[in-house]
C-alpha cells in the first residue's frame, strides 16, 4: 500500500501534477489525485515521511533531471515537476522534525530596488523550493532594508538577489556592503542573476556566485548544502 | 481528414489568402489574356491539336510549312475553361497521403521538384587554421554526383520522411549508362513510387512509354478503375513553349494523358524579359494566355479532364539570362497567377523555394524563404520546386531538403487558423484564474501538453553557435536519422506483378529477400 502511494507520487512528480486539476500531458491522468493530494493521503496513512520524500519526491525529481538532460523534457516540465515537489514539502513541514528530515537551507529571495522583473527570480525560486530548500520570495522592487531583516530575522543560509536592468544591478552591491557593516555577511552566500549580470560583476561587487540560470542556482545551493 | 472526397492530407488552409491584384485588375489581365488568344493567337506545332482547335470554332491558318496560326474566340475560350473541373483528387499509395486541390478552398500543400542534373551530397570535415594550427573548424564540404536511380530512390525515401513534404515530383534527373529514352519513365516512376507513399508526378519522357507508367501505377492502385479512383500518380507537360508556341511532343502528351483520364499540369514557364515582357502587366498576360490555350484544348478533348494551372514564370537574370528565382517580380508574377487561378476555379501549382545560391547556407536560406512564404500565404493549393532545390533548379541538395522541411512546417504552422473555440476561450480563462491564484504567476507550466502535442514551435532544431557550418552539421544528422527509418516498400506480389507486366525496369531496383538492391 505505502510503496503503491510513493510510486504514485513519483508518477506525478514526474508528470509535473500538482493537484487533481492538473492533467500532467500524457493521457488518463485527468482529475486522478496529484500529488499535493496523495501525500495527503500517505501522512493520513502513515507512510513514512522520509521513504516518501527520497523514494516519491526525490527519485520522481531524479527521473525529471534525467529527461531534461537527454532533451525528452524541457524548461516547463522541470518547473511543473519542482513545483509538485515544493507544494507537496509545504505538506509535508510539520511533520518533517519529527520524521528526522533537514531543511537543506534558508533561501532569501528578492528582485531589488528600482527593478519589477521577477520571472526569473521565480523560476530561481520554484526550481530552489522543489530541490528541498525553504523560500522565503520577497517579491519585486524590495528596499535593501526589508532584504537585510529578512536575511537577519531568518538567520538564512543563502539569498539570492536578481535584476533585469543595468541601472538597478548596481543596487546588488549596496546590499552586500549592508550586510558587512551589519556583520552578517559571512553567514549568508549571496547568489545573483539576471540579464545584465556576469560572474566578472559578481566577482566585483563581493557575491559568491553568478548564477546564469536556475539549474546552477540549484547546483551551487546544492554544493554548499553538501559541504 | 475524412470528408465526401475521401481521405487527404490536412495541408494548411490560409484563412485570408494574401492577394496582390485588386478585382479590376484581374479582369483586365484575363482580357488582355483573351485578346492575345483570340487577336494574336497562338502557334501550334500539333496536327491533331490544329484538328480539335478547329473543330471546336477556333480560327485555325497555316502560318507556315510546320506551325498553324490557332485563334481561339473569346466565347469558345470562356466555355472551355468552365468545363475544367474546380477540384482535383490526387491519390497516394497510401491513400491518407491522398491530396485535394480545391481551386475554391486555398488549401496549400508543399512538394519537390525538378529534374536536376546535379545531386549535392554534403559532409563536414575539421580544417585547422594557416595562422594557427591550434584553431580547428568544422565545415561542411559539397561534392557534385551525377543523378542515378538509386539517388532517386534515395531522394523518394527521404521525401517519405520530411513531415511537411506533401508530395513527390522527382529532384533529380537518372543519368545512369543503363538508361536511355525507352527506359527512362518506366524507372523513374518506379523508383518514385517504390519508396514514397506520398503522390507521384513527373513529366512523360517518351510518350511511348505512357501505358507501361499507368499499368505500374494501376498495379499499385488494385486496376485501371482504382487508379483514376486514386490516381497515384499524375503527370506535368509544358505545353507551350514561350511565347505562346505550342509544341508538337509536350502537346500530344496533354492530350494522350487526358484522353486516359489522369491529371495533369499545364504549365508554362516563360521569363520575364527573354521569352515574355519583363513588365508585370505583360508577363502575366502572356503566361495566362499561354496555359488558358493548354486548358482549354483539354477540356475540348475530354470535358471536365482533371487539370492544374501551371505556373512558373521567372525573371531573366540580365547578367548571364539564367532564370532568377530570388527575385522580387518572381513572387509578383506568381502570386498574380495564383489569383488568375483562382478567377478562373482551376486549382494552381505554383513555384516556391527556389534561388541562385549553389550550397546550402545564408544566401540560400535567404532566397527561399522570400519566396516560400509569400507564395504560401497566397493560398496556391500546389507549391512544387520547395524541397533542396539550389543554383536554380540545376542541383539537388538532400541536406538541404531537411533544411526546408523544418522551415515550410515553421510557415504551415505561422499559417494555421487561429485555435479560438469556445473551448479554448473558457481553458484560457481558467488558466489564467489559476495563474492569477498562484504564488508565482508564472504560465510556464501549462505550455507543457501544447509543445507535446506540436500545438506550439519548440525552437530551431538545427540551432548551432558555430554558425552556419554547425547548422549544416545538425542537419546532417537529421537527414540520417530519417533515411535510416526502414522503407515503405511495395508489396512483393505487386513489386512481382510489375517486373512481369512492365518491360525495361532495371533488375537492381527489384528486391531482393528483405531489402531493395540499391
Not at chain 1, 174 to 201: H, W
Not at chain 2, 33 to 45: H, N, P, Q
Not at chain 2, 124 to 151: A, C, N
Not at chain 2, 497 to 518: H, T
Amino acid at each position: 500500500m505505502a510503496e503503491e502511494l510513493i510510486e504514485k507520487i513519483k508518477a506525478n512528480v514526474i508528470q509535473g501534477r500538482v493537484n487533481s486539476e492538473d492533467e500532467g500531458f500524457d493521457e488518463g491522468f485527468e482529475g486522478q489525485p496529484a500529488t499535493v493530494e496523495l501525500v495527503h493521503e500517505a501522512i493520513a496513512g502513515g507512510v513514512d515521511v522520509h521513504s516518501l520524500i527520497v523514494d516519491g519526491l526525490t527519485s520522481g525529481m531524479n527521473v525529471v533531471g534525467e529527461k531534461f538532460e537527454s532533451g525528452e523534457y524541457l524548461i516547463p516540465d522541470m518547473l511543473a515537476s519542482a513545483e509538485a515537489v515544493g507544494e507537496a514539502m509545504d505538506v509535508l513541514a510539520p511533520h518533517l522534525q519529527n520524521a528526522g528530515v533537514k531543511s537543506k537551507g534558508k533561501v532569501v529571495i528578492a528582485t531589488v530596488k528600482g527593478d519589477l522583473h521577477d520571472i526569473g527570480k521565480n523560476i530561481v525560486a520554484i526550481m530552489l523550493k522543489g530541490a528541498g530548500f525553504e523560500i522565503i520570495d520577497l517579491g519585486t522592487d524590495v528596499p535593501g532594508k526589508r532584504i537585510l531583516d529578512s536575511v537577519g530575522q531568518n538567520k538564512a543560509e543563502f539569498l539570492g538577489l536578481s535584476a533585469l536592468l543595468t541601472t538597478t544591478m548596481r543596487e546588488m552591491q549596496n546590499i552586500i556592503e549592508a550586510l558587512k557593516e551589519k556583520g552578517i555577511r559571512q553567514d549568508v552566500k549571496v547568489m545573483i542573476g539576471g540579464a545584465p549580470t556576469s560572474p566578472e560583476f559578481a566577482g566585483k561587487i563581493g557575491a559568491d556566485v553568478h548564477c546564469a540560470d536556475a539549474f546552477q542556482a540549484v547546483e551551487y545551493a546544492n554544493s554548499v548544502a553538501e559541504a | 481528414m475524412t470528408q465526401a472526397a475521401g481521405k487527404f492530407r490536412e495541408g494548411v488552409v490560409v484563412r485570408k489568402p494574401f492577394e496582390r491584384l485588386l478585382s479590376e485588375e484581374i479582369r483586365v489581365l484575363d482580357a488582355a489574356s483573351t485578346t492575345i488568344l483570340e487577336r494574336t493567337g497562338i502557334l501550334c506545332f500539333n496536327e491533331e491539336a490544329v484538328g480539335i482547335f478547329s473543330d471546336h470554332k477556333c480560327d485555325v491558318q497555316r502560318h507556315d510549312e510546320r506551325t498553324y496560326k490557332v485563334k481561339i474566340p473569346a466565347r469558345v475560350l470562356k466555355d472551355a475553361i468552365s468545363a475544367a473541373p474546380t477540384r482535383v483528387k490526387l491519390g497516394a499509395r497510401n491513400p491518407e497521403n491522398s491530396l485535394l486541390l480545391d481551386s475554391e478552398v486555398p488549401r496549400i500543400y508543399f512538394g519537390s521538384g525538378s529534374e536536376t542534373n546535379i545531386w549535392l551530397d554534403a559532409a563536414i570535415e575539421t580544417f585547422k587554421s594557416e595562422q594557427d594550427p591550434g584553431i580547428k573548424r568544422r565545415l561542411p564540404v559539397f561534392t557534385e554526383r551525377r543523378g542515378t536511380v538509386e539517388r532517386l530512390s534515395t531522394a523518394a525515401r527521404l521525401a517519405e520522411e520530411l513531415e511537411h513534404l506533401d508530395f513527390f515530383i522527382r529532384p533529380v534527373n537518372i543519368q545512369d549508362e543503363d538508361i536511355n529514352e525507352d527506359n527512362h519513365d518506366v524507372n523513374k516512376f518506379y523508383a518514385s513510387l517504390a519508396n514514397t507513399t506520398k503522390h507521384v508526378q513527373a513529366g512523360l519522357t517518351s510518350l511511348e512509354q505512357l501505358d507501361n507508367v499507368l499499368r505500374i501505377a494501376e498495379t499499385i492502385a488494385g486496376g485501371k478503375e482504382a487508379l483514376r479512383e486514386n490516381p497515384v500518380i499524375s503527370f506535368i507537360t509544358c505545353t507551350v513553349k514561350s511565347p505562346l508556341q505550342m509544341v508538337d511532343d509536350a502537346t500530344q502528351k496533354l492530350i494522350e494523358v487526358v484522353k486516359r483520364g489522369m491529371p495533369i499540369v499545364i504549365s508554362s514557364s516563360p521569363q520575364g524579359g527573354s521569352t515574355a515582357p519583363i513588365q508585370e502587366g505583360g508577363m502575366v498576360a502572356q503566361i495566362n494566355a499561354e496555359i488558358l490555350s493548354g486548358i482549354a484544348l483539354s477540356q475540348m478533348v475530354r470535358p471536365g479532364a482533371p487539370v492544374i494551372y501551371g505556373s512558373v514564370p521567372v525573371r531573366a537574370r540580365m547578367d548571364n539570362l539564367h532564370d532568377m528565382y530570388g527575385a522580387p517580380e518572381f513572387n509578383q508574377y506568381n502570386i498574380d497567377c495564383i489569383q488568375m487561378a483562382r478567377h478562373y476555379r482551376v486549382p494552381c501549382y505554383s513555384t516556391a523555394g527556389v534561388g541562385d545560391s549553389s550550397v546550402p547556407g545564408m544566401q540560400a536560406t535567404m532566397e527561399k524563404f522570400f519566396t516560400h512564404l509569400p507564395i504560401a500565404m497566397a493560398g496556391a493549393q500546389y507549391i512544387h520546386y520547395a524541397f533542396g532545390l539550389l543554383e536554380r533548379t540545376n542541383i539537388f541538395c538532400p541536406v538541404q531538403a531537411v533544411l526546408d522541411d523544418q522551415h515550410i512546417g515553421m510557415i504551415k504552422m505561422f499559417l494555421s487558423a487561429p485555435r479560438l473555440g469556445e473551448e479554448d476561450i473558457e481553458g484560457a480563462i481558467r488558466q489564467i484564474d489559476k495563474v492569477m491564484d498562484s504564488k508565482q504567476k508564472l504560465y510556464v507550466r501549462f505550455v507543457r501538453k501544447s509543445l507535446r502535442q506540436g500545438l506550439v514551435y519548440s525552437h530551431y532544431p538545427f540551432e548551432s553557435n558555430d554558425g552556419e557550418a554547425g547548422v549544416i552539421e545538425k542537419a546532417l544528422g537529421r537527414m540520417e536519422e530519417l533515411l535510416s527509418r526502414p522503407a515503405r516498400e511495395l508489396l512483393s506480389t505487386q513489386e512481382d506483378e510489375i517486373f512481369e507486366k512492365v518491360p525495361g525496369i532495371l533488375p537492381r531496383l527489384k528486391r531482393q529477400g528483405d531489402r531493395a538492391v540499391l
